[in-house]
């Protein structure tokens, strides 16, 4: 058998290059920029339909698409579009900032304990194994208690409307990281076995240089195919929470809590739903697909397979 | 291989232990407890009575030594009485579970099923048509929210066409037999099934899409082989292994993450009874529950390990703990 | 390579296809209701944790020796005549402790029996009495085991109670349920402490010897359903089905589903939809079924606490309320059915006083109150304090996951941003929210909650002074605002023990009065049940207060 050569991580003007043949990654990367976009200018909507979007009209409730409000009104008489817009910016924090802190320490455990193995394996494993057998529901409740300024988070950010917000990056964070650091740790144990590997070992290259010059950039492709996926699961974890009530507090609005809102209204103002599902529906698919394009892109062997 | 799943065995026995004192300690954490709950409820109550309470349900003794008699009287058997219903705790858990299983069984059969064909069928000829329809089915599968999953099946097919029941467990009163409780378990399992396919078929045909470029694939096809058993016969196996990992931790979640859909079905699993006992202060209840989810995820690992092992030669079992 | 994945769909479907050839078409007759609820009962003993499941499956198969019937009059179930001082089958006495006390007696029905046939004799009003007094089992309600200091048994039907202190109700016995003594005697004794795991309520559910109403318990499967049959022993008028099955559905969302699909034929107003969702519900389906709304004793509050700062000063709580618009949100929210509160008394009780103030929407005389406490600076359009600078700002919690609940909430917060004052909501589950939060009372600012009791039910738990739950008694007592008001104590000892029903309700229009006008507690309004039925069902009359519509079983029909 040829001996593999790994090359160096890819130039990034590659990277680009091919991740843009991808058309579905593209659209949906360009599809998330709008509604990141869009989420982002939530306060200029705001100032433009002259509305704001926690002020509750009681006469107003259930309007149907108007000027005023493009999308009706919700069961307080709120807008229904500022509240997606304000929705979203929530959901993809939450998304993707508790996405990425799960990523990066499930990707520094699992290196690790693949590339070490022995004891430092066993006893990571084993808290892997430990975490993702904690309970999820009890501990949510307990933090749910925990006084946020114990924690080391300031007053003023403790008593903010966006104190469950945090708590849920923390909560996803915390318990997230076992799916990365498990296909990281596998991958990572079968490649240190592998010739190239080994080549380089022999050729006295320090640990942390194999590991980050020879493993990681093989790691990438897992490590990416799981944070995509792993975003638009913590998005629908967040829409469970919301269903358990320990999810975002109202008034702030999630897409997550917008749909469980929405699920006793669905009989009567099904838009409600239809909306907030839609949004997670499509960001969620749209991250897959990113995912799928950067993996492609990332790979030095996929151009081949592209044409093949 | 013997030496391997004996050590696997004690290294989880020792995690198993270990977190029944973490899930004690967090379920003793949690605000609230059952003599509190029934303070909210009678005003009449005086602080003579709340310690009569306490001690009765044994709430007066600090978390360490209320965990040491529990574990002194569950290494012997005894798991003590469910709060809420009353009951042995084995009493209450045993049907759940057998519910818990008949619709994880199931549903995950089914998701395998279709998932890893499916994911197979993809990787074969990746960015065809084919390939992107089978993504954008995972993709659905795996964007829909539970709930709105849940809803939407009972709408259709018990509400507008009314061929399935809404939920529950079987015809109360008659019994209708297996195919009474079968005929109530398909929208559950639909659900359970759709929500997880998507997973599998996406990892599956990103494991298989690895595995089709490695060299030994090329020597393969280079030598004249079919497709089919390029595919089938040499880069299946590899490429089952990330699978496997996925499947053993998807297991173990859904034990006790089915907790949606049997809410929505009013179908009383693990899921829902773990959650009841966790708000209602069901302390015995809760801590065995939850060790049992423990438990089988525990074993999904090694089962999961043990798969790496068989699947991937160059893993020896020693390998792992040299 | 073959396509696997289209061969598992078609697999998949033939599967589906059978099934459904071999469900059979659900007989659609008249001898059974299906009725969903959201919640299973945890245990079926009748004495050990309340909870509203338990008391409304039970009461189809018990009967309490007294209730308060559907016009809110107390009435004898289980025995012959209700004894009052007026007809002497109550006797004012000294009870040992030198207090005022009294003694009522009762007579059994002479036609009583369990459901295994034998009658229901003093032997088990004994039996449940002891049981009750030993106070090592956590049999409820504690307070009548303690204040129950002695029974006798005239002969096997007749028996005196002897209570320790004399109070008005003196002769509602509501929640003294009885427990058969030839089935529950044995397991009692074997070990008092560890009865509450060992009664045949809970090992022998099915156990017919255990009920004595229109129905027994013929069928369990837990947190699925239960199954109730006709009590052929029965003495009264037979219930109308021959067979009641109780579903449960947790989500409501499902519930609906449920009675849309035909699964269930009804849904308890007890544990069911809330009044929005029954609304919604009429205009869409009006047209198919009955919808029965009936306002109670679920009083919906906001708790103040009495602690903080800001709320000690009376005028900002008086500014509180006048900024809330309550008649907007019971007319837009709940189409009415859910009357304004103007205190803790519902205006269907008797004791309720109409001629004291009410509190209506005014946000200006809000404002003046603000600007009286000093609160004139604006900045951010939140209200500041012209010296401290302090911002005029209260954490309002409840409990998380409560649909209603949050909208209310978010109504209340916009409208108080209104007038400046920045409301800040943080929601708990139930189970940390009433386990500690309000228990201990660490809410800081407003809490909102409910009170589910009984008709003239005197609110010494929640509104005397003795009752502060603090850390000394073991956060014993519900005076979670923290109120302190000598009157109110006073009031409050005196109405218990006053008689003359009169003067009595003198004592609780000046009870009413202090209420209001201190306003430890924002009244909200009355939620009203909404029982959602069949067209062919009738005779069901809900009550409005914690005893169900089940009790009343046998005078439900089909049309």
């Known amino acids: 058998m040829t001996a593999a050569i790994i090359k160096p991580a890819t130039p990034l003007s590659l990277v680009t290059r091919r991740f843009l043949r991808h058309r579905l990654a593209v659209a949906s990367a360009a599809l998330l920029a709008v509604l990141a976009a869009l989420s982002l200018a939530a306060p200029l909507f705001e100032t433009w339909l002259a509305l704001d979007a926690n002020t509750v009209d009681l006469f107003n409730r259930f309007a149907p698409p108007s000027t005023d409000h493009p999308l009706g009104t919700d069961e307080a008489g709120r807008d229904v579009l500022l509240r997606l817009l304000y929705g979203g910016r929530v959901s993809l924090f939450v998304g993707i900032s508790a996405a990425l802190t799960a990523a990066i320490l499930g990707t520094t455990i699992g290196l690790l304990s693949g590339y070490f193995g022995g004891a430092l394996d066993a006893i990571f494993m084993r808290v892997t194994d430990g975490v993702i057998a904690l309970p999820l529901l009890p501990l949510l409740i307990v933090l749910a208690a925990l006084d946020l300024e114990k924690l080391g988070f300031s007053a003023a950010a403790a008593q903010s409307e966006g104190a469950s917000l945090y708590r849920i990056v923390v909560i996803v964070a915390l318990v997230g990281w076992t799916t990365v650091a498990r296909l990281v740790r596998a991958t990572a144990l079968s490649l240190r076995e592998r010739q190239f590997v080994l080549a380089a070992k022999a050729q006295g290259a320090s640990a942390a240089r194999i590991m980050a010059v020879h493993i990681l950039p093989n790691l990438a492709s897992p490590i990416i195919v799981a944070t995509t996926l792993s975003v638009g699961n913590v998005i629908l974890l967040e829409s469970v929470l919301s269903f358990l009530g320990l999810g975002i507090q109202p008034p702030l609005p999630s897409w997550g809590n917008l749909l469980t809102n929405a699920q006793e209204l669905i009989w009567d103002a099904p838009a409600l739903a239809v909306y907030p599902g839609l949004a997670i529906f499509v960001t969620v698919i749209a991250f897959n697909f990113v995912g799928d394009g950067l993996q492609d892109a990332l790979d030095p062997r996929s151009l081949e397979r592209g044409r093949r | 291989m013997l030496r391997f799943l004996g050590e696997r065995l004690v290294q989880s026995a020792a995690v198993l232990a270990v977190m029944s004192f973490v899930i004690f300690a967090l379920i003793g954490l949690m605000p609230g407890d059952p003599v509190d709950l029934m303070i909210s409820a009678d005003p009449d109550l005086t602080s003579a009575d709340i310690e009569k309470l306490r001690e009765i349900y044994g709430l007066d003794r600090p978390v360490v030594e209320r965990y040491g008699n529990w574990l002194w009287a569950a290494l012997q058997g005894d798991f003590g009485f469910s709060r809420l219903f009353a009951r042995p705790v084995f009493e209450v858990l045993i049907p759940a579970l057998g519910h818990t299983l008949a619709l994880l069984g199931i549903s995950l059969t089914l998701a395998l099923c279709i998932g890893l064909p499916l994911g197979i069928w993809a990787a074969v000829k990746p960015y065809s048509v084919r390939d992107y329809a089978v993504n954008l089915f995972a993709f659905a599968g795996i964007s829909v929210p539970s709930f709105w999953l849940g809803l939407l099946l009972i709408i259709v097919f018990a509400v507008i066409l009314g061929i399935l029941p809404a939920g529950g467990l079987g015809t109360p009163g008659a019994d209708g037999g297996w195919a009474d409780k079968l005929i109530y378990l398909v929208l559950p399992a639909a659900s359970l099934t759709l929500a997880s396919v998507g997973g599998h078929t996406r990892y599956m045909r990103a494991s298989m899409l690895e595995t089709l470029r490695q060299d030994y694939i090329r020597t393969a096809r280079a030598k004249g082989l079919t497709e089919r058993r390029v595919v089938l016969g040499h880069a299946l196996r590899n490429a089952l292994i990330p699978v496997t990992t996925i499947v053993a931790l998807d297991f173990g979640f859904l034990f006790s993450g089915a907790l949606i859909t049997e809410t929505i079905f009013a179908y009383p699993g693990m899921g829902k009874l773990t959650y009841d006992a966790v708000m209602g202060n069901d302390f015995n209840l809760a801590l065995v529950a939850l060790l049992l989810a423990t438990l089988v995820t525990l074993i999904g690992n090694i089962l999961a390990d043990l798969a790496y092992a068989w699947l991937d030669p160059r893993i020896g079992f020693e390998g792992k703990n040299q | ?558 049309k």
């Open chain 3, 1 to 558: 390579m073959r396509p696997a994945g289209p061969v598992s769909f078609s697999i998949l479907a033939a599967v589906l296809l059978l099934l459904c050839a071999v469900w059979p078409a659900q007989a659609k007759d008249r001898d059974q209701l299906t009725i969903g609820i959201t919640q299973y009962p945890s245990t079926f003993h009748p004495n050990i944790d309340s909870m509203l499941a338990k008391s409304y499956i039970l009461g189809f198969t018990r009967r309490p020796f007294t209730v308060h019937d559907q016009d809110w009059q107390l009435v004898c179930m289980l025995c012959t005549k209700l004894p009052t001082i007026e007809n002497g089958l109550a006797v004012p006495e000294t009870a040992p402790n030198g207090k005022k006390g009294i003694a009522v007696t009762y007579t059994i029905r002479p036609d009583a029996v369990w459901g295994d046939g034998k009658p229901i004799t003093t032997k088990d009003v004994l039996f449940t009495w002891r049981m009750g007094r030993q106070g090592q089992t956590g049999i409820l309600p504690i307070e009548f085991y303690r204040s129950a200091y002695k029974v006798e048994a005239k002969d096997d039907k007749t028996f005196t109670i002897h209570f320790d202190k004399l109070t008005f109700d003196y002769n509602a016995i509501n929640s003294f349920d009885l427990v058969p003594a030839h089935v529950d005697q044995v397991n009692f004794d074997a070990d008092p402490v560890a009865y509450k795991n060992k009664t045949a309520f809970d090992t022998d559910t099915t156990n017919e010897a255990l009920y004595f109403g229109p129905y027994v318990i013929s069928e369990t499967e837990r947190g699925s359903y239960v199954v109730l049959e006709r009590n052929p022993k029965w003495w009264g008028e037979p219930g109308p089905f021959k067979r009641i099955v109780v579903k449960i559905i947790p989500n409501t969302a499902a519930l609906e589903a449920n009675l849309l699909s035909g699964n269930i034929d009804m849904i308890a107003g007890e544990l069911g939809f809330t009044v929005d969702q029954a609304l919604r519900f009429e205009t869409r389906h009006g047209k198919s079924f009955q919808v029965l709304y009936k306002p109670g004793l679920i009083y919906e509050h906001i708790d103040l606490n009495m602690d903080n700062p800001l709320l000690k000063n009376r005028d900002l709580r008086h500014a509180l309320i006048y900024a809330i618009d309550r008649d907007a949100i019971s007319k837009q929210l709940f189409g009415g059915r859910q009357p304004v509160a103007q205190s803790a008394v519902n205006p269907l009780d008797w004791v309720y006083a109409d001629d004291v103030k009410h509190y209506t929407y005014d946000p200006k005389k809000a404002l003046e109150l603000i600007v009286k406490a000093g609160f004139t600076k604006l900045e951010k359009g939140i209200r500041h304090h012209k010296n401290t600078g302090e911002a005029l700002r209260f954490e309002f919690m409840t409990t998380a996951g409560s649909k209603v609940r949050e909208l209310v909430q978010q109504v209340l917060q916009s409208q108080w941003k209104a007038v400046g004052v920045d409301v800040r909501i943080k929601n708990e589950p139930a189970r940390v929210y009433f386990g500690q939060t309000v228990t201990q009372r660490k809410f800081t600012g407003l809490a909102m909650y409910a009170w589910l009791s009984a008709p003239e039910s005197v609110p010494r738990g929640t509104l005397h002074s003795a009752h502060i739950p603090t850390e000394a008694n073991g956060w014993a007592g519900q005076n979670y605002p923290g109120f302190d008001n000598a009157e109110m104590d006073a009031l409050i000892e005196k109405i218990e023990v006053e008689l003359d029903k009169p003067k009595r309700k003198a004592m609780w229009k000046r009870l009413q009065e202090i209420y209001v006008e201190e306003l430890p507690v924002i009244p909200l309004y009355f939620r009203a049940e909404a029982y959602i039925m069949p067209k062919w069902l009738g005779g069901v009359k809900p009550t409005g207060h914690q005893y169900p519509t089940s009790l009343w079983v046998e005078e439900w029909q089909a």
